[in-house]
T-cell receptor, first 113, second 117 residues
Framework: QKEVEQNSGPLSVPEGAIASLNCTYSDRGSQSFFWYRQYSGKSPELIMSIYSNGDKEDGRFTAQLNKASQYVSLLIRDSQPSDSATYLCAVNLGIQGAQKLVFGQGTRLTINP | NAGVMQNPRHLVRRRGQEARLRCSPMKGHSHVYWYRQLPEEGLKFMVYLQKENIIDESGMPKERFSAEFPKEGPSILRIQQVVRGDSAAYFC???????????????FGNGTRLTVT
């Protein structure tokens, strides 16, 4: 079983709709979770971090965490063509303050005008 | 307010040559992480360093790869006798010191694209 799993996609969503991205992880002791966006040929860019169960909203983005189900998701409301990118879920498996992030393989999202 | 700086952006090496990738962390950050991304794949952890110390190198290939973060100067990822399978994007990230139990997102540099011909 992979430590962090995502559907690789591609996921196609019409402009203006809600895009839903999902991620599961295997280490029950994980405490920190992140979503990164990566445009083709570019570096990963942090868009959300979440540490507690529940929802966390930032603009059009909402991260959801359920530690009991070992599940983290990202919702993008009012999707725009500029949201088309690969979204990487990351889980911190470090100990003693280390920020050792393990990434899923990424979900490729396409927003159709 | 420079972010994580990596150079070179692109590096071409012939099989058997050495590749040196450099990374300067964000100001105030004392921890450096190296990741590799093969084409169409996710990011794979390679190594985590603090100044003059390798903390976790569990993701480093056993041979040909080494990393350092000296007291002065950037962190260096060194690949000896490169092979075509080493062609990838290598990303460096940094973070500040984080107390045990805490967390801080990683900030990535623009990466070095290594091509082995």
């Amino acid at each position: 079983q992979k430590e962090v799993e995502q559907n690789s996609g591609p996921l196609s969503v019409p402009e203006g709709a809600i895009a839903s991205l999902n991620c599961t992880y295997s280490d029950r002791g994980s405490q920190s979770f992140f979503w990164y966006r990566q445009y083709s040929g570019k570096s990963p860019e942090l868009i959300m971090s979440i540490y507690s169960n529940g929802d966390k909203e930032d603009g059009r983005f909402t991260a959801q965490l359920n530690k009991a189900s070992q599940y983290v998701s990202l919702l993008i409301r009012d999707s725009q063509p500029s949201d088309s990118a690969t979204y990487l879920c990351a889980v911190n498996l470090g100990i003693q303050g280390a920020q050792k992030l393990v990434f899923g393989q990424g979900t490729r999202l396409t927003i159709n005008p | 307010n420079a972010g994580v700086m990596q150079n070179p952006r692109h590096l071409v090496r012939r099989r058997g040559q050495e590749a040196r990738l450099r990374c300067s962390p964000m100001k105030g950050h004392s921890h450096v992480y190296w990741y590799r991304q093969l084409p169409e794949e996710g990011l794979k952890f390679m190594v985590y360093l603090q100044k003059e110390n390798i903390i976790d190198e569990s993701g480093m290939p056993k041979e040909r790869f080494s990393a350092e973060f000296p007291k002065e100067g950037p962190s260096i990822l060194r690949i000896q006798q490169v092979v075509r399978g080493d062609s990838a994007a290598y990303f460096c990230a940094s973070s500040p010191y984080v107390a045990q139990g805490g967390s801080s997102p990683l900030h990535f540099g623009n990466g070095t694209r290594l091509t082995v011909t």
